[in-house]
């Protein structure tokens, strides 16, 4: 099993910043990537950015030049700076780690992030 502890969340106005975190422990030996996916209400959980253990990033093109993805390979954390942000960047955000040919194996329990004036 694998342990998350996520935080960053909240409410923060249109043009705004948020940086949210999320420390992975426990059964994580085959730890290849670790990212973020959201969930919107009445939508389907998207992939909003990953980063692999040499540094390969993915960003869903709704947040590219919005948002950054960084992470510490030797403490299994991973962060998103998340700028400029708007309306729809609202959702529950979900930490999750991936082995290497695999889907995403392990999720955190998310962090609601809300854009509103």
């Known amino acids: 099993q694998v342990q998350f502890v996520e935080s960053g969340g909240g409410l923060v106005q249109p043009g705004g910043s948020l940086r949210l975190s999320c420390a992975a422990s426990?059964?994580?030996?085959?730890?290849?990537?670790m990212g973020w996916y959201r969930q919107a209400p009445g939508k389907q959980r998207e992939l909003v950015a990953r980063?692999?253990?040499?540094?390969?990033?993915n960003y869903a093109d709704s947040v590219k030049g919005r948002f950054t993805i960084s992470r510490d390979n030797t403490e299994n954390t991973v962060w998103l700076q998340m700028n400029s942000l708007k309306p729809e960047d609202t959702a529950v955000y979900y930490c999750?780690?991936?082995?290497?040919?695999?889907?995403?194996?392990?999720w955190g329990q998310g962090t609601q992030v809300t854009v509103a004036a």
């Open positions: 426990g059964s994580i030996s085959s730890l290849y990537a």
């Open positions: 980063r692999t253990r040499n540094s390969i990033t």
């Open positions: 999750f780690t991936q082995p290497y040919g695999s889907d995403p194996d392990y």
